[in-house]
């Protein structure tokens, strides 16, 4: 929307000797993404409705009654002692919440967070001078999110951004919000609005599931805990409920979030628990593993005892697993090392005193801080094995993609030859490239860049290719792929795997069941397995959701867990 201001009446700011135009809040923000007015210095009034660090939040108090325009904006006047030079009329450190206010400044668009590709946010700075008009004015109502208020689109990001750029800055409310994201180690947690009514892609038990096309705009996060709480942020797990939520809905990294100026009312827990995988083998079934153990080392401190046990008592001690993250004895410290013996005994130990079976493990180590990840920790694929049920076939351990670009500067794939119950199983532990260069979800970009996706597919297509080779000498092998691969089911890599005859067995499920990973209130899978389409009669497979809809502090990785039960004697010929 273009705002005519041939009819403003100007007048002269001195100290800064530019012409000053006077407008209502919601003309300042206008209805598009960014302001029309950026680079112009105006002049405004309204309610100071947060005080933040580097300055404050003003409301209209009546607004325009239109949906498409926010009546609020931030007015940034740096730190309170003015270290950037800004100068307050009146002082920043002495504007408080319900303060009538009149605020001269330049009309700006910052994009907060990660940079030019975030939507920006309008704000008036540029040399800001404040005058307090009134003391203790009531504070406009909070916009109702949800029903009998405004409704969030379900599918459509752009959408998603234009909504939420039109209450940006303004006191909002959200009515039996559900949580889909549980709370973070910020403090964070994403819910939806009036327990996910009209919202696409929920799951059985109770998540957002993002599928091809939808990315769910209609999440919110909300700052449970932010600076200057004294109590710490409710540990809220998915399914969660809290009755009332009121704050100012800002823009923080990339993510809009509704920042509490009033306690959130009504918490209820879900009760959500962890799952028991209920895929066990048996005389004539194998069971197999592929778990991220989230940079596993000696350093996990208790955590070392948590992975164990839920081994043990959630997925019932697999015959084989293939773990991913597995770090250096020394862990994140850059001392050269790159052994991870003390690792894999660590966990072996964990798993026994958990009463679990005896282990052994299988590992090559990369090259120290070649592979990705956490510098110094050397992050790996690898493997545990059970000693009782299971032989490994010496020799047979390889690194796929060791002297290929495509796995430059990413963990390597490693092969390994198992035997049981007379039988020999290949399997394959990935870990692909990472996701990092993606673009922010509500960003400038969308559909947003899936970072990283290019490396991934060459890596599928060298692992893939490589599989190949083995099932054309001898299309009887039974061989298992598995791991991280930072991709969802519907995503390219997965589908150049597909290709290869490798079928992914979270197929089997219901797509809003396929889940593995929750990312900013988005349960999604980017851990698989796969087998030829010869051994798809014969698997079973299961995730098992223990960590993903888990509150940080009640999680032993970031990752669930997924298993498959081979009956080998079903295999097809």
């Known amino acids: 929307m273009k705002i005519d201001i041939s009819n403003a009446a100007p007048e002269m700011d001195l100290r800064v000797a530019k012409p000053v135009r006077e407008f209502s809040i919601p003309q300042i923000q206008g209805a598009a993404l960014a302001s029309d007015m950026a680079g112009l210095r105006v002049k405004t009034h309204g309610v100071v409705t947060a005080v933040m660090d580097t300055g404050f939040v003003i409301q209209d108090p009546e607004g325009d009654n239109d949906p498409k325009t926010s009546d609020a904006v931030f007015v940034y ?85 234009r909504f939420l750029s039109s209450l940006e800055w303004m006191r909002v409310r959200l009515d039996k919000a559900v949580v889909v994201g549980p709370t973070n180690k910020y403090g964070e947690a994403v819910v939806l609005a009036d327990d996910g009514a009209g919202a696409s892609g929920r799951n059985e038990r109770g998540g957002l599931t993002v599928s091809e096309g939808d990315n769910n705009p209609e999440r919110i996060e909300v700052a449970l805990g932010h600076k200057g709480d004294t109590v710490p942020a409710p540990q809220l797990n998915v399914g969660d409920h809290v009755g009332s939520i009121v704050g100012i809905l800002q823009q923080q990294f990339g993510r809009w979030e509704v920042l509490p100026t009033d306690k959130p009312q009504g918490i209820t827990k879900g009760n959500l628990k962890p799952q028991v995988a209920n895929l066990v083998g048996t005389p004539t079934q194998m069971t197999v593993a592929s778990f991220n153990v989230d940079n596993f080392s000696p350093e996990a401190g208790e955590r070392v005892t948590a992975v164990g046990k839920a081994i043990v008592e959630n997925l019932r001690a697999p015959d084989i697993i293939g773990l991913q993250e597995i770090q250096d004895n020394d862990g994140p410290k850059n001392s050269g090392n790159t052994d991870a013996s003390k690792t894999y005994q660590g966990l072996i130990a964990a798993i026994k005193a958990a009463g679990g079976p005896d282990y052994a493990w299988v590992d090559l180590p990369p090259e120290n801080n070649a592979d990705g990840g956490e510098p110094g920790g050397n992050i790996r694929p690898g493997f545990l094995y059970r000693t009782d049920r299971v032989e490994y076939v010496d020799g047979s351990k390889a690194r796929i993609g060791a002297s290929n670009p495509a796995f430059a500067g990413s963990r390597k794939s490693l092969l390994c030859q198992f035997r049981f119950g007379g039988q020999e199983v290949t399997v394959v532990n990935n870990h692909f490239a990472s996701k990092m260069g993606s673009t922010d979800e509500f960003g400038l970009i969308q559909p947003l860049v899936n970072g990283g996706e290019t490396q991934r597919t060459a890596q599928a297509q060298v692992v893939g290719s490589y599989v190949k080779d083995i099932l054309d000498k001898d299309p009887q092998t039974n061989v298992v792929v598995l791991g991280d691969c930072n991709e969802d089911t519907f995503n390219k890599p997965i589908k150049v795997l597909k290709g290869f005859g490798l079928m992914p067995l979270d197929e089997q499920l219901k797509p809003y069941e396929r889940f593995s990973y929750n990312y900013g209130g988005n349960s999604q899978a980017i851990d698989h397995m796969f087998v030829p389409t010869r051994l798809l009669d014969a698997a079973e497979f299961q995730y098992v959701h223990i960590d993903s809809e888990f509150a940080d502090s009640g999680r032993v990785s970031d990752h669930d867990p997924a298993v498959l039960r081979l009956t080998l004697a079903k295999a097809g010929k």
Do not use: C, N, Y
Request: proline share 9%.
């Open 77 to 161: 006047v740096g730190k309170p002692d003015g270290g950037d030079g800004a100068a307050v009329s009146g002082g920043a450190t002495k504007v408080r919440v319900g303060d009538a206010v009149e605020v001269t400044g330049q009309v700006t668009e910052f994009a907060p967070g990660k940079g030019k590709f975030s939507q920006p946010v309008t704000e008036l700075g540029g040399g800001v001078t404040v005058a307090v008009t009134a003391h203790g004015q009531p504070l406009p109502e909070p916009a109702l999110i949800g029903q009998g208020g405004r409704m969030p689109p379900d599918k459509d990001m752009i959408e998603g951004q």
